[in-house]
Nanobody
Framework: QELLVESGGGLVQAGGSLTLSCVVSRSIARNFAMGWFRQAHGKEREFVATVTWVIGSTISDDSVKGRFTISRDIAKNTVYLQMSDLKPEDTAIYYC????????????????????WGQGTQVTVSS
C-alpha cells in the first residue's frame, strides 16, 4: 500500500485550470510540511510549492506564483494544488511529498530533503 496517493491530473488546454489532491497515510507518524514537485520527461525534478502542516505557511516557486495555490486539510490528511492559467511548460508528472521533521525554509524547496513520495499524477497542457 502506498503512503501518499496523488490524483486529479489530466489533459487541459492552455489557460485552463486543474486541482490536484494528495492523501497521506496515517502510517507516516510525523509531518512537518508537504510539498508538490514536478518532473518533465528527461528533466530534473523541480520545486512547485510547499505548505507547513500545522501552521499552514506556504512557499511557491516563482514560475507558478500567482497561478498555483497550495493548501492542506488536516482533518482529511490531504494536500491540494489548485492550478490556473496553465501553460504548456507546466506539463509534467506532479508528485507530492512529506518532510517529517522541522527544517529550514530553503530546504523545503529541495527534493532531497523530503522523506516520503507519492507515485505521481500526469498533467498535460496543450497549446
Amino acid at each position: 500500500q502506498e503512503l501518499l496517493v496523488e490524483s486529479g491530473g489530466g489533459l487541459v488546454q492552455a489557460g485552463g485550470s486543474l486541482t490536484l489532491s494528495c492523501v497521506v497515510s496515517r502510517s507516516i507518524a510525523r509531518n512537518f510540511a508537504m510539498g508538490w514537485f514536478r518532473q518533465a520527461h528527461g528533466k530534473e525534478r523541480e520545486f512547485v510549492a510547499t505548505v507547513t502542516w500545522v501552521i499552514g505557511s506556504t512557499i511557491s516557486d516563482d514560475s507558478v506564483k500567482g497561478r498555483f495555490t497550495i493548501s492542506r486539510d488536516i482533518a482529511k490528511n490531504t494536500v491540494y494544488l489548485q492550478m490556473s492559467d496553465l501553460k504548456p511548460e507546466d506539463t509534467a508528472i506532479y508528485y507530492c511529498a512529506v518532510v517529517a521533521d522541522w527544517t529550514f525554509d530553503e530546504r523545503l524547496k529541495q527534493a532531497r530533503y523530503y522523506n516520503y513520495w507519492g507515485q505521481g499524477t500526469q498533467v498535460t497542457v496543450s497549446s
